[in-house]
């Protein structure tokens, strides 16, 4: 029995995980997580590094929710983003970000 608790608390994990996503409703409008991060100094320069076709891949889905925001109205649900497909395309670029931002501080301070 004690070894099925971890499987049983995964799904369970897993479970919430979606509904949580589907709450939220950023993919409602063909968003991914990653979109919704709020623009700080460290995402700005994450946002410079990417890759021209993943950074218009994300101007478009912006502008996109942007419209169907103003005309109060939301994405078939075939197009709305699924949890399964999430993809988390700027977080490698933020992580390195940090760490650099942070070896700078690091280097300042001796």
Known sequence: MASRAPV??????L???????N???FNKL?????????EDAD????LRRL????YNDRMFRIKRALDLSMKQQV???EQWT????ENYYLTPYLEEVVRERKEKEEWMKK
């Open 30 to 38: 063909g968003l991914m997580r990653d979109d919704t991060i709020n």
């Open 82 to 85: 699924k949890y399964e497909e």
């Open 23 to 25: 709450l939220c409703g």
């Open 43 to 46: 995402v700005k320069e994450a």
């Open 51 to 54: 890759p021209e076709q993943v």
């Open 15 to 21: 479970g919430f995980r979606k509904w949580y996503y």
């Open 75 to 77: 994405l078939p649900k």
């Open 8 to 13: 049983a608390t995964g799904r369970l994990m």
